[in-house]
């Protein structure tokens, strides 16, 4: 936190990363039950703050829950954070990868339980642009990028359709951090609105929520969790909640970089 500006580059703020991963684990107690491995990946694992916090929850709610954690992660410095995190929690480390996960998926056999991720916001993908567009054109919906390709200055939408590639038939959900890019840019026949549309006819949008501006270190610009479950309950069917919760936050003593608003327990709660 003390490095501001750049803290953004290697670092979710605490209180967001506790919203999102109590997000995907809500009505989730099924699948943490004694006895199962519940198993959690985030591709752009950072210093680990996601997988650590899934941990936490699980065992929270059952003390005797089994989690394998899995991430892979560009940053050299933040890889090794990560797994020395994962080694102090006795967590294995052969399931922390280094290097770039769009271009070079180092888990691409895996699929898992639940998946977290808050992917660089209007990062371009050109230096990665031929080994994306080889796998969409040579495997299309085979491989991570069959529905399309958003433009080449902002990936974010990338990470998801990597994200949903490793969903489980049985069923997984989804947790990701974007701004507003992937929802509004595009229009009709474009990379990012044939994204949209095969998410939204195989019905894998649950829930959208609009955050407070100015909660991430680097930017004080609109965010969104985006939760995403192939396997619906009836009642959630066909349909997509959007909740807005851009007033719920409180104001921070002393900002960090752009940093000003933070969510307390009982917001997230």
Same mark, same amino acid.
């Given at each position: 936190?003390?490095?501001?500006?750049?803290?953004?580059?290697?670092?979710?703020?605490?209180?967001?990363?506790?919203?999102?991963?109590?997000?995907?684990?809500?009505?989730?107690?099924?699948?943490?039950?004694?006895?199962?491995?519940?198993?959690?990946?985030?591709?752009?694992?950072?210093?680990?703050?996601?997988?650590?916090?899934?941990?936490?929850?699980?065992?929270?709610?059952?003390?005797?829950?089994?989690?394998?954690?899995?991430?892979?992660?560009?940053?050299?410095?933040?890889?090794? !954070?990560?797994?020395? #995190?994962? @080694?102090?929690?006795?967590?294995?480390?052969?399931?922390?990868? *280094?290097? /770039? %996960?769009?271009?070079?998926?180092?888990?691409?056999?895996?699929?898992?339980?639940?998946?977290?991720?808050?992917?660089?916001?209007?990062?371009?993908?050109?230096?990665?642009?031929?080994?994306?567009?080889?796998?969409?054109?040579?495997?299309?919906?085979?491989?991570?990028?069959?529905?399309?390709?958003?433009?080449?200055?902002?990936?974010?939408?990338?990470?998801?359709?990597?994200?949903?590639?490793?969903?489980?038939?049985?069923?997984?959900?989804?947790?990701?951090?974007?701004?507003?890019?992937?929802?509004?840019?595009?229009?009709?026949?474009?990379?990012?609105?044939?994204?949209?549309?095969? !998410?939204?006819?195989? #019905?894998? @949008?649950?829930?959208?929520?609009?955050?407070?501006?100015?909660? *991430?270190? /680097? %930017?004080?610009?609109?965010?969104?969790?985006?939760?995403?479950?192939?396997?619906?309950?009836?009642?959630?069917?066909?349909?997509?909640?959007?909740?807005?919760?851009?007033?719920?936050?409180?104001?921070?003593?002393?900002?960090?970089?752009?940093?000003?608003?933070?969510?307390?327990?009982?917001?997230?709660?």
């Amino acid at each position: 936190e003390s490095s501001n500006d750049t803290a953004g580059e290697h670092f979710t703020p605490r209180d967001v990363v506790h919203l999102a991963t109590s997000l995907v684990f809500t009505n989730q107690d099924d699948k943490l039950q004694p006895g199962k491995i519940v198993t959690i990946y985030d591709p752009t694992a950072g210093t680990g703050g996601f997988l650590s916090e899934s941990d936490q929850y699980v065992q929270s709610i059952n003390s005797g829950g089994r989690v394998s954690l899995f991430g892979q992660e560009l940053n050299g410095e933040s890889y090794a !954070i990560c797994k020395a #995190d994962m @080694l102090i929690k006795n967590q294995s480390i052969d399931s922390i990868k *280094f290097g /770039n %996960t769009l271009s070079d998926d180092q888990l691409p056999a895996e699929h898992f339980d639940f998946m977290l991720a808050n992917p660089p916001f209007g990062v371009d993908w050109k230096k990665i642009e031929k080994q994306v567009k080889d796998e969409h054109r040579v495997k299309g919906y085979n491989g991570r990028f069959g529905p399309g390709l958003p433009r080449v200055n902002d990936g974010a939408m990338l990470f998801l359709l990597h994200l949903i590639s490793k969903m489980k038939e049985s069923g997984s959900r989804i947790g990701i951090i974007l701004n507003g890019s992937p929802l509004f840019t595009g229009g009709a026949g474009s990379g990012e609105s044939e994204i949209r549309r095969y !998410i939204l006819e195989n #019905d894998l @949008l649950e829930a959208i929520i609009a955050l407070p501006t100015d909660m *991430f270190y /680097n %930017t004080g610009i609109a965010t969104y969790v985006w939760v995403l479950n192939n396997q619906k309950p009836a009642e959630r069917q066909d349909q997509v909640q959007l909740i807005n919760a851009t007033q719920r936050f409180a104001k921070m003593r002393r900002s960090l970089g752009s940093k000003r608003n933070y969510l307390e327990e009982d917001q997230i709660n």
